[in-house]
């Protein structure tokens, strides 16, 4: 397994273990997993416009560990 491929599979195991937490959006709890889609090729996520910003910064504080973040190109 290449190094890339193990970043990966560390980012997604991290990604499995919130999902243990629901969240509530709109009055409905749901999976995190359903506010945003992981992307590998660009490594990259993608969040829901109604995400909660909590989500958002627990999401990508796990990929800068093994990502750095471009804070030029951020929103």
Known sequence: ???S???IDKINAELIALDRDL???DGQRIKPS???RFEVKPTHI???TNC???LKQ???AILSKYYPIDESRAQ
């Open 52 to 54: 909660p910003d909590s």
């Open 34 to 36: 359903q506010c945003y």
């Open 5 to 7: 491929q193990e970043l």
């Open 23 to 25: 969240v509530e959006i």
């Open 58 to 60: 627990k999401v990508q």
């Open 1 to 3: 397994m290449d190094q």
């Open 46 to 48: 993608l969040f829901n």
